[in-house]
């Protein structure tokens, strides 16, 4: 068996490797970007795994290319989203494809800090270089307000978490998970009544932009969308003009290609990395290890086709 990665070798611990060598040789692809349809060893006879990460392949995976990949046993993900991977044409190859579960700390934390940037009207003293001190200009605490997070799956929870800790009310809306904890409402209901709003739903076919104009249209005018987990499930050009044109309070989004000075109004700006940490990072990669050496043992575990 041999594991080929498509993935800079250095967000893995030598003690992983060290325990992966153990079952398979591997090679590391460390280009970037990276095509895997120039990756040779790809064509060559002999049982094989693929490791593609997502940010050399700007996220687009060669689906069809699968089909001429001889003896691939199966395709691992380093990552929670595994839709930009056709798992149907993969399971129609007998083709086992693996995900990453969440590590949910670092992307809470960082849609948490967002929440604050847009209270604190961050963008806007940014780019204005000064602040007025007028009651149009109020700034928002968090203790008291209400946290509406869509999807209560481990990220949604740990906001909730977080949110709650500093004070806030937490509503939910999620379409399997339930917590007696925290107060259920239908969707429309949180979109009309919460203060903050956090989409945190999976990302997958039925969900992507789910949450639509109609509802966008539903937030109040003193309301922020903290759409920086599941982008994707957010009809987000339409939340960006509303923003822009102040019909709602802040709009916190991630780019890797723009700022908070590309844009008019309280939106602020992340980079595409909140779940960048060391603890993050090394929980996944053992993860990913641990999933590769199922598919070697024949017991393939996190597959999602």
């Not at 002999?46 to 003896?71: C, R, S, V």
């Not at 409402?185 to 739903?201: C, G, H, S």
């Not at 903290?226 to 939340?239: C, G, L, P, Q, R």
């Not at 990913?288 to 086709?305: A, G, M, R």
Request: glycine share 6%; proline share 6%; net charge negative.
């Amino acid at each position: 068996m041999k594991v080929i990665f498509a993935a800079p070798k250095t967000n893995f611990p030598p003690q992983l490797l060290e325990k992966l060598v153990r079952y398979a040789e591997y090679q590391f692809f460390e280009e970037n970007p990276i095509d895997i349809r120039n990756i040779k060893e790809l064509k060559e006879p002999g049982d094989k795994i693929l490791i593609p990460f997502p940010e050399p392949m700007a996220w687009k995976f060669p689906n069809e290319y699968i089909k001429e990949i001889p003896d691939l046993k199966a395709i691992c993900l380093s990552t929670t989203a595994f839709s930009w991977v056709d798992g149907e044409l993969a399971r129609s190859l007998n083709i086992p494809l693996t995900y990453v579960p969440n590590v949910p700390n670092g992307v809470a934390e960082g849609a948490i800090f967002a929440m604050l940037a847009l209270a604190k009207r961050w963008a806007t003293s940014f780019k204005n270089k000064s602040f007025e001190f007028k009651p149009s200009n109020f700034l928002l605490e968090i203790q008291g307000k209400t946290i509406g997070i869509i999807g209560l799956g481990k990220i949604g929870s740990r906001i909730a978490q977080i949110g709650e800790g500093m004070g806030g009310e937490i509503v939910y809306w999620s379409k399997h998970t339930r917590n007696n904890k925290y107060k259920y409402l239908e969707l429309e209901e949180l979109m009309k009544t919460a203060d903050f709003i956090f989409p945190a739903a999976s990302v997958t076919p039925e969900t992507e932009k789910f949450i639509t104009k109609e509802l966008l249209d539903m937030m109040k005018p003193t309301a922020s969308l903290i759409a920086i987990v599941n982008t994707k499930i957010i009809d987000i050009e339409y939340v960006l003009e509303k923003a822009q044109k102040g019909e709602i309070f802040g709009l916190a989004i991630q780019s890797g290609t723009t700022t908070v000075e590309d844009y008019e109004g309280n939106v602020f700006v992340t980079q595409e990395n909140n779940w960048y940490t060391k603890e993050t990072v090394e929980t996944k990669m053992t993860t990913l290890i641990n999933t590769i050496i199922s598919v070697i043992e024949d017991k393939p575990i996190n597959v999602v086709n």
